[in-house]
Structure formats: structure tokens, C-alpha cells
């Protein structure tokens, strides 16, 4: 997960507490790949985080916040959970959480960044956090761009978590396209799940509810929800299916830091001020309207 938060933002705080709060206490490691700028860091309020382009990706401390929501509601809504691809997620971490289905036979894990799969394999820290969920002979990893994967791959999927990056750029929206979409469509089993990271519905309520608006275009069933990240602010997920989506059949038979059913029906809830909105385009390759939504959303974030 990239969101759009930069260094000075995060590491320069504002009060004596944050300062606390926020310090880092040392790099364990910085690496420039071919793809992106990659720093673990070990801080004060939050243990180890994974830094991509001075963008924060996960914390220690709070990472199965994220990754519960991204991955469990959807797995949990499948019919079936044998077959599970990624779209993203080089740190290992949705895998972990995957890994836990005992009904999985195989992950499919495509990341773009060869040298970020090596340090999720190799570097303690990060196997330590994602329990060495990338050594698990039932992933294969794929280093491959993930709309050309989706574009040739013929393989069938019970579930499909994109975990991609914010579309913060022209070129990473096309990832949020209806185009797509409607290729993870032709990948996904009739009663199969999709589960996208959709950045957050409070910094960048258009974004949001323009991936959800696109994603309603190939799949009949979406279930928009958040969560609060304390370290990125309130973050959106979307679920979709061809399939009846009912949050209220969801029952979690694995192992959670964070969700239980106390939590679950709220995160399927918006405010009134929260709620679709019916100003934003559904976004295509022809009419790339998302960088603009995401951008303004952004921009006055702080």
C-alpha cells in the first residue's frame, strides 16, 4: 500500500509529543531499485516501517489493521479460496494473512519489483513480519508489471486482492481502470471476490468513490468499507463480485490482531457526509479521470 504521505509529513511533527511519537530510531535498510526507493525504518511509535518513495506502505504496529481489511472480508465471502491472486504486495504481508486459509492451494503473486520480493524473503525484519510467508511453497511469485499479467494470464481465481499502489501517477491509474477490471473479471471465478486498497474515502473522498463507481461497472456486486489506519488516517477498501455480497454472513475462522464481530458491521458503514458520491466519472483508459480526482483529494490533505 502507497499513500501519499512524505517524510515531512510523517517524521516532521508539529508537537513536542508527535516528535515522540514519530522518531526515527535508525535505518536498517535503503536500497534504490530499478523501480522504486525502499527504506525500513525502526520508529518510535510504531516499530519497523516499510518506506517506498518516501511514501509510507505499512508499520509494524498496525499493519494487520490494513491487511485484515484488504484480505479476510474477501476471503470469507469467497465460495471457494484455493486459488488466490495478488496484484501487488511484494512485502509479503497480504500473503501472510492468506496463508491462514487453510483451504489455499495456491497464491499467485505478481509485484513488478524483483529486488522488493528479495528483502521480503531475505531481510529478518521483513520475514519476520510477514512470517516468511513468501518461502511458503504454496506462493508463486510473478515479477511482472500487473496489467500485462491480467492482460495474458488464463488462469482462474477464487479470490484476487489488488494491492497496489495509490494511482498516484498518470501511468499507476490505469491499474484502476475499467479496462482492468474487466480483465480481473474474466479471471475470477463465477462466484469469485475481488478486494482492491482504494485509498482513503476521507483525504480523497472522489478517488474513492470513483474506483468504486468503476469497479460497479464490470461487477453487479460492490461493498465500499474503512478503516482507521493510525498511522495513514481513514483508509477505503471495495469488495466485488458477480455473487451476492452479504457482509452479515462474514465469520472470520482464523487467527486476527484487529478484526472480530464486534468490528466487522462498522466498517461497512459511511456518515452522511461519507457517502457515494454521484459527481465522479468512472475511469477508463480513453478518459483517465482518477490522477485528477486523487491529486485534488490530496493536495489539501494537510
Not at 100 to 127: C, F, G, N, S, Y
Not at 142 to 167: K, N
Request: proline letters at 6%; charged letters at 25%; glycine letters at 6%.
Amino acid at each position: 500500500m502507497i499513500t501519499p504521505q512524505s517524510y515531512k509529513w510523517f517524521f516532521e511533527p508539529t508537537t513536542a509529543i508527535e516528535g515522540h511519537m514519530h522518531a526515527i530510531r535508525r535505518t536498517i535498510v535503503e536500497a534504490q531499485t530499478k523501480f522504486q526507493h525502499v527504506e525500513i525504518m525502526e520508529t518510535h511509535a510504531y516499530g519497523k516501517v516499510l518506506v517506498l518513495d518516501g511514501r509510507i506502505q505499512s508499520s509494524q504496529a498496525e499493519d494487520a489493521v490494513y491487511h485484515e481489511a484488504l484480505v479476510h472480508l474477501a476471503m470469507a465471502l469467497a465460495r471457494r479460496r484455493e486459488r488466490v491472486l495478488v496484484l501487488g504486495g511484494g512485502d509479503g504481508l497480504a500473503a501472510r494473512e492468506i496463508l491462514k486459509w487453510p483451504q489455499v492451494r495456491e497464491i499467485v503473486l505478481v509485484d513488478i519489483d524483483p529486488r522488493m520480493v528479495e528483502l521480503a524473503r531475505t531481510l529478518p525484519d521483513l520475514v519476520a513480519q510477514n512470517d516468511g510467508s513468501l518461502a511458503d511453497p504454496r506462493v508463486r511469485v510473478v515479477t511482472e508489471d500487473a496489467f500485462t499479467f491480467i492482460e495474458h494470464d488464463r488462469t482462474y481465481f477464487d479470490v484476487v486482492v489488488s494491492d497496489l499502489p495509490d494511482p498516484r501517477t498518470e501511468a499507476l491509474q490505469k491499474l484502476y481502470s475499467v479496462e482492468a477490471y474487466t480483465l480481473i473479471g474474466r479471471r475470477l471465478s463465477a462466484d469469485g471476490v475481488l478486494a482492491v486498497q482504494a485509498t482513503s474515502p476521507y483525504f480523497a473522498p472522489e478517488a474513492f468513490w470513483s474506483i468504486r463507481r468503476t469497479i460497479a461497472e464490470v461487477f453487479p456486486e460492490t461493498r465500499p468499507l474503512q478503516v482507521n489506519v493510525p498511522s495513514f488516517g481513514v483508509w477505503g477498501f471495495v469488495l466485488a463480485s458477480r455473487a451476492p455480497l452479504d457482509p452479515d454472513r462474514i465469520r472470520l475462522p482464523v487467527a486476527t490482531r484487529y478484526l472480530n464481530a464486534e468490528v466487522l458491521p462498522a466498517l461497512f458503514r459511511f456518515g452522511a457526509d461519507e457517502g457515494p458520491r454521484d459527481d465522479v466519472e468512472v475511469n477508463t483508459l480513453f478518459r483517465p479521470v482518477l490522477f485528477e480526482y486523487y491529486r485534488h483529494g490530496w493536495r489539501g490533505a494537510r
